[in-house]
């Protein structure tokens, strides 16, 4: 068997791969939408099929939510589970998208070629390009370089309520050497990279309460309490001067970066002021005391993703408001416990409480960091893989955001995960006018190929 073999063919059949890629992003499944529910099931089924094109053993798996696709592949190498999913996010505003976000077309761009429609890079785009590697070296050996167990689910976007439930059924089923997860992105574009920390995640909804209507300002202004004034308070609170959470036993479990990793994102020339200035900012406000990328991927952060509440109208009405409301999130990183913090969150918050005022929170999600042991000579043969075929050498890196998944491999089937992607930091992930970029996907399969033979 030649790598070179396996290369050819995916730049020979590259015309048959994007057909292939625009039959199952006309499929509109969006998760989050019951109305989607039948595009859903015809997503998992088009994933199916096209795996028995290949002689996998595929089937689609019920849940309560939206089906499973599981396929199982023999092999001599490893045994590889590669994760996927086949949901996307709903398109709206609609009024924004150049062309039918479910009829995908092949643009040019200032700078270059891209694939056009929701999904194109989160995930299909991404998944596919794994499917297309095996789909060569299947062409042209007859088998694949490893045994690979293929895993999509149809709620990534939603939640992914059926998710644990399942692997934790199937987790002998599951199981594996290492977790391919084909989700992230290259650095700053242009880098090839494997992420080996993500952040989690914790939710907070706040409703603070004060009297028991809104109340006109003229008669109890001075001499009621003002729950968007108490809100407001505590919100204030959660920062010092510096950018620090403020939170009691926040940083309990937080580590500082190795010299080593220091080292290695230096090295990277994160150029954090064309950062800040594709969004019209300047200055970094985060932890003064730390660099750029630190505050990006391996520091903690409590940020508020919206505050409401009183009239919001046209024009003014002048009540104090019966009502607060906010929305709080915390990214998370290293051991620090979700639950610890959610505890410590709500008892600072309920202790700046003045008389007449009572504060009632709903948690959204509580999931751990993930930090990635790459000590397992596969990332290096990744990395060197990547390194070759983009010819820009691949880095270990951090991600900002949270992938739920990862931590599930690790935790529920005790299995390495090592996450591999290639979308770019202009896809509009979740946003109209989605792409993905041609180059993404002809060299994300390329990478793909390499990879598997070097784990052979």
Not at 291 to 299: G, I, Q
Request: with cysteine; aromatic share 8%.
């Amino acid at each position: 068997m030649t790598l070179e073999a396996v290369l050819s063919r995916i730049d020979a059949e590259m015309p048959q791969s994007l057909e292939r890629l625009f039959e199952l992003l006309r499929i509109p499944s969006i998760s989050t939408d019951p109305a989607y529910k039948k595009n859903c099931d015809a997503a998992a089924d088009w994933l199916v099929a096209d795996l028995q094109s290949l002689g996998i053993a595929a089937e689609k798996r019920p849940t309560p939510g939206h089906p499973m696709v599981v396929g199982h592949a023999d092999g001599p190498g490893p045994h590889l589970l590669f994760y996927g999913h086949y949901d996307v996010q709903p398109v709206d505003p609609l009024s924004l998208w150049t062309n039918d976000p479910f009829d995908p077309k092949i643009e040019e761009t200032p700078k270059g070629r891209v694939i056009r429609g929701r999904g194109t890079a989160d995930d299909k785009g991404q998944l596919m390009t794994f499917i297309e590697a095996c789909r060569a070296w299947k062409a042209e050996y007859g088998s694949l370089p490893c045994k690979i167990t293929f895993f999509f689910e149809g709620e990534e976007e939603s939640g992914s309520p059926s998710l644990v439930p399942f692997m934790e059924e199937n987790a002998d089923e599951l199981r594996a050497d290492l977790a391919l997860i084909c989700d992230t992105a290259m650095f700053e574009s242009r880098t090839p990279a494997i992420v080996t920390m993500l952040r989690g995640m914790l939710q907070e909804e706040l409703t603070l309460t004060g009297p028991d209507k809104d109340l006109h300002s003229g008669y109890y202004g001075g001499i009621a309490i003002n729950p968007i004034r108490v809100l407001s308070r505590v919100i204030a609170s959660l920062h010092d001067d510096h950018g620090r959470v403020t939170i009691p036993g926040f940083y309990n479990a937080v580590k500082n970066l190795s010299e080593e990793m220091r080292l290695g994102w230096e090295q990277l020339g994160f150029d954090h002021g064309q950062f800040l200035k594709d969004a019209d900012l300047s200055h970094p406000a985060g932890e003064q005391d730390r660099t750029p990328l630190e505050m990006t991927w391996s520091r903690p952060t409590c940020e508020v993703n919206g505050i409401w509440g009183g009239y919001t109208g046209a024009g003014f009405k002048t009540v104090l408001p019966s009502v607060a409301h906010a929305k709080i999130s915390f990214r998370l990183v290293g051991d620090q416990d979700p639950h610890a913090i959610r505890e410590s969150f709500r008892k600072m918050a309920t202790d700046m409480l003045p008389p007449d005022c009572t504060l009632d929170f709903e948690g959204h999600g509580a999931n751990k960091a993930c930090m990635i042991d790459a000590e397992d000579p596969r990332f290096e043969q990744a990395r060197q893989a990547l390194t070759d075929e983009w010819q820009v050498p691949a880095a270990y890196i951090g991600g900002g955001g949270s992938i739920p998944i990862a931590g599930h491999f690790q935790d529920i089937l005790d299995t390495t995960p090592l996450l591999i992607g290639f979308g770019k930091d202009d896809d509009a992930l979740h946003s109209p006018n989605e792409k993905y970029d041609l180059e993404s996907f002809h060299k994300g399969t390329r990478s793909w190929a390499r990879i598997l033979a070097a784990f052979t």
